[in-house]
C-alpha cells in the first residue's frame, strides 16, 4: 500500500474509528507491523486447560510438585524486599549452578526458562542470513526463533530410525542446535557423540539443548571447560519440578556466557524474579528429592513403554520424561482426538513424518494407569 | 582477522587450553559474536549492594512494601502448581488490567518487566535503520534497545527548562518515545500533550512509557480507545512497590497487541511465572493501599523538595518517586560520592546537561530524614 492509500484510510478511520472492527486492525497491521513481526511464526505452546480437569499429558510437566524445600525458600522470599529490584545478576544462583556442575560462575548465564536463554543465544551468535543447521524432526521453537532473527534454517533429516546421523554434523557452514535428548523423539545421543560433533566443527557455535537430560540422558555439561564452542542448556522445568517458576540456564566459555549477558542486559536486567532465584536455588540444593523424582519417572516411563508395544504400539526408545509413540494402523490426529474427548491430553504434531506419533508425558503412575485404560479403549474401538 | 589466522590461533588453543585466559577469550569473542553482540552497549542498572547496607535511594523502588494481600495470594500459589507451566496468556491478568484501565483484554500485553515490554515494542515496531525519536535527556534504556535492534536513534534536545518541546515531536519520519513523567527529570507532560503528538504522526507509532505516571503524572490510558498510534507502558515495580516480581504491561489497539504477541510468542511462551500473575492480579485489587502509597510517596516528595530548596539546591519540579537536584556550585559525581561514602546511595548519571545532577528516589520518612542530615553535613563541608 503507497503511502497516500494508507493516508485516505487513516482520514477515514479517524472520522469513524473502530465503524469497521475487521478491516480497521489490518490497515493498523499494515502501518505499524515491522517485517520482524510479519517473518514470525510464533510457537504454539501445549494447551493449558482452564476449564476441565485433564489428565495433562501434553507439555512434559514432572508429575511430583517441586521440592518442599524450594517452596519453603519461595515462602520465605514472600514478604516486603519484594519491593526491591532482584540482584541482575543472579549471583547465589550462579555460583550454586557452578558449584553444581564443577565450571566457575563466569561460565553460567541464567534466564527466564530455556526458551528465553535460546532466543538470547540465536541473538548472540547469529547474523541474519547465517545458517543453523538442527534436525528435520526436534523441538519446534528453534525455527520460530529462525524466522524471527532472520537465521537460515537447515534441516538435517533423521534417518528412518528418528535417530541423528552424526556424520551429517561434520564440517557444517553454519552453527549447530541439537536437543539431547532429542524432543519429540525420545532419543539420545552420547557424550562422545557430541564431542566429535565439537572437534568437527570448531569454527561454529554448538548448542546442546539438554531440557530432559536428567531422565536418562548424558549431559555435555562437563565439556564445556575444553570446548569453547559449546553451549550446554537447561531448565528447572522437566526435572526440578518447576515449570512454574521460569528458570533455565546455560553453561559455556566465558566468551560465550558475555555474548548472552549483553543481549540481556540490552532487553531486560532482571529477567529472574526474586521467588525465581529463591526457589531455583533451593531446588538445586535438594539432590534427594530431585534423584527420586527422576528415578521414579524413568521407572513409569519403562513400564508404560513395555504396556505401549504389547498393545501394538511402535514405541521410540526415551531418555526423556515422555514416549514418541506410533500406531500401525491408526492415525495420530484420531488417537490424540479420541484421547482428549476421553479427558487424556496428549501432544500431537501436524508435521511430515511424524503426523501418526503422539507425545505422550510420563504423569504419575496413576495417570498411567487412567492413560492406559483410555488408550485400549480408543484402539479396541478404532482398530 | 582472516581465516586462517583464526585456525592458526585455536590450533595452538586446542593444544593448551587457557593458557593465555586473555588471549583465548578475545578469540573465542571474534570467533562466536555475533554483529548485535558487538554494537550492543547494554545498561547499567542501579547498584544492588549485597555487602553493606546503605540507605538505598538510587533505583526509585517503592519505600513502602507491597500490599499484604499480594503476598498473601503469592503465598497461597506457592504450592505443588509450580511443576505446571503458567497460562501462558496470563488471561487472569489481562482480564484484570482490561477492568481497571476500562479496556478490552485484547488492549492488553503483560511483560517481565516494563523492559522486556520496551524491548519487544522495538521488535514489534521498528525494522532496522528505522528512526525513533526522543528526548536527549530521558530514560537510558531507549538508546540500549536502539543500538542491539540496528534502529536510528535521534534525540530531540529537552529545552534550558529539561521539559520536551512538543512543537519538535510533530510530523516526525519516525516512531516516538516519551517518558511521562520523564526520567530522570521528574516532569510530566499533559494527557493534552500527548494527544498532540499523536495526532500530528498518525502515521507513526507512539509509546508513552509512564513508569513513574501514579505518582502525579497524567496517564494516556484512556486515549488508547481513540488512537490506534499509542501504546502506553507502565510497571508494577514503582507505584505497586513490585520490582523484585517483574510484570508490566502495555495498553494499545489490538493490532499493537497483537504484534507484541507474535515477538513475545517468538522468544519465550512464559514471561510471566505463576507468582507473579498471582501476585499482580492481587496487588490490582488493593486500590485502597496502592492509593496510599502514592500518597505518602508525594507527601514526602513535596517536603524534600522544599529543603532541598532551603539548602540552596535546584529541584525540578517532580511528578514521580524521585527528584532531580543539583547545587549550583558542587559537583553532581562529588555529592554522589561523598553521600555514598555516608551510606546513601542515589544516582548520578556522567552524561551531557545533567552531570551535575543527582536523581534522589523517594524513600520512607525515615529515610528521606537521614537523607537530608547527611546531605547538609556533605554541603557544609564541600560548599
Known amino acids: 500500500m503507497g503511502e497516500s492509500a494508507i493516508l485516505h484510510h487513516r482520514v477515514a478511520l479517524i472520522k469513524s474509528p473502530f465503524s469497521d472492527k475487521k478491516r480497521n486492525e489490518e490497515i493498523v497491521m499494515s502501518i505499524f507491523w515491522s517485517q520482524r513481526v510479519r517473518n514470525s511464526q510464533p510457537y504454539v505452546a501445549g494447551e493449558q486447560p482452564r476449564d476441565k480437569k485433564y489428565i495433562k499429558l501434553n507439555t512434559n510437566e514432572n508429575p511430583y510438585p517441586p521440592s518442599a524445600k524450594a517452596l519453603a525458600a519461595i515462602r520465605q522470599a514472600t514478604d516486603g524486599d519484594l519491593k526491591l529490584y532482584p ?18 560462575p563466569g561460565n553460567i548465564f541464567i534466564g527466564n526458562g530455556s526458551d528465553e536463554v535460546l532466543a538470547f543465544s540465536f541473538m548472540a551468535f547469529f547474523n541474519p542470513g547465517d545458517k543453523v543447521f538442527f534436525p528435520d ?9 529462525a524466522n524471527i532473527f532472520g537465521v537460515d534454517c537447515q534441516q538435517v533429516p533423521l534417518d528412518d530410525e528418528y535417530t541423528v546421523d552424526l556424520e551429517k554434523m561434520k564440517g557444517l557452514p553454519g552453527g549447530i542446535i541439537l536437543a539431547n535428548p532429542n524432543a519429540p523423539t ?15 566443527n570448531p569454527q561454529r557455535i554448538v548448542i546442546v539443548d539438554e531440557a530432559y537430560v536428567d531422565f536418562g ?12 564452542n559449546l553451549l550446554v542448556v537447561q531448565t528447572f522445568s522437566k526435572s526440578r519440578s518447576l515449570a512454574g517458576l521460569r528458570v533455565g540456564f546455560a553453561l559455556g566459555h566465558p566468551a560465550l556466557v558475555q555474548a548472552l549477558d549483553r ?18 536455588v533451593a531446588a538445586l540444593a535438594d539432590e534427594e ?9 524413568v521407572s513409569t516411563r519403562e513400564r508404560v513403554a513395555a504396556q505401549l508395544q504389547d498393545l501394538g504400539f511402535v514405541v521410540l526408545p526415551s531418555r526423556t520424561n515422555f514416549l514418541f509413540i506410533a500406531h500401525p494402523s491408526i492415525a495420530g490426529q484420531m488417537l490424540f482426538q479420541a484421547l482428549k474427548e ?20 510420563i504423569g504419575s503412575d496413576e495417570d498411567m494407569v487412567a492413560f492406559m485404560r483410555q488408550l485400549e479403549i480408543v484402539v479396541t474401538d478404532m482398530a
Open 263 to 280: 543481549i540481556k542486559n540490552s532487553i531486560n536486567s532482571y529477567t529472574l524474579d526474586r521467588l525465581a532465584l529463591a526457589g531455583s
Open 186 to 200: 525420545g532419543r539420545g545421543l552420547t557424550v562422545s557423540g557430541i564431542k566429535e560433533v565439537l572437534r568437527a
Open 289 to 297: 528429592y530431585f534423584r527420586e523424582c527422576c528415578r521414579k519417572v
Open 87 to 104: 540482584d541482575p545478576e543472579g549471583t547465589v544462583l550462579k555460583e550454586a549452578l557452578a558449584a553444581y556442575y564443577r565450571l566457575e
Open 342 to 361: 476421553r479427558g487424556i491430553l496428549v501432544r500431537h504434531f501436524a508435521r511430515p513424518r511424524i503426523e501418526n506419533f503422539l507425545r505422550v508425558t
Open 137 to 145: 524432526i526436534t523441538y519446534s521453537f528453534y525455527v520460530v526463533y
Open 217 to 228: 540422558g548424558e549431559t555435555a555439561a562437563a565439556l564445556v571447560v575444553d570446548h569453547d
